[in-house]
């Protein structure tokens, strides 16, 4: 019996493709799964401790045919929002050079992950950027999709 497509192992591997990046090196960032235990503790820790985090979102699924014959694979456009935070107080001590401010993450995420496939994925495609408003954070957005047929199972 076949098992249904597991997206936290498709979160878990974005999540091994940001943390592998060097820009990102050692503690200068926490890389946080949208589906991990206790959500609002790891955010609320990265920011208050290490002062920048990326939230991976759990993805939005889109059929993307108008017919749904019960032998016709499912295919699907999945959507995956990211939340690149950042305490700035907390941050932005020391030089400029030893920290990476909200802004240079988000492109980092975007230069990392546009056009690369995950292992049975079509290529993740960035397409579009949205910085959010908060008065006591900097907070962007970001949005990139990918492509899978699923079977039935």
């Known amino acids: 019996m076949s098992a249904p497509i597991d997206l936290s192992a498709l979160q878990a591997a974005i999540n091994t493709r940001l943390t592998t990046l060097d820009y990102f ?15 609002d503790a790891r955010i609320n820790t990265a920011l208050g401790q290490i002062g920048l985090m990326v939230l991976i979102g759990t993805p939005k699924i889109q059929n993307q045919e108008t017919e749904a014959p019960e032998s016709k694979p499912f295919n699907g456009k999945f959507t995956i929002e990211f939340a690149i ?25 975007l230069q ?42």
């Open 25 to 39: 090196g050692g503690d200068k960032i926490v890389i946080i799964n949208e589906d991990e235990k206790d959500i």
């Open 85 to 109: 935070g950042e305490n700035p107080p907390i941050n932005r001590t020391g030089e400029p050079t030893e920290y990476i401010t909200c802004l240079n993450a988000m492109m980092a995420v």
């Open 112 to 153: 990392r992950l546009h056009g690369w496939a995950p292992s049975g994925w079509k290529k993740l495609a960035v397409s579009e950027t949205n910085p959010q408003r908060d008065t006591k954070r900097q907070v962007n957005a970001l949005v990139a999709t990918t492509e899978r047929v699923l079977p039935p199972i």
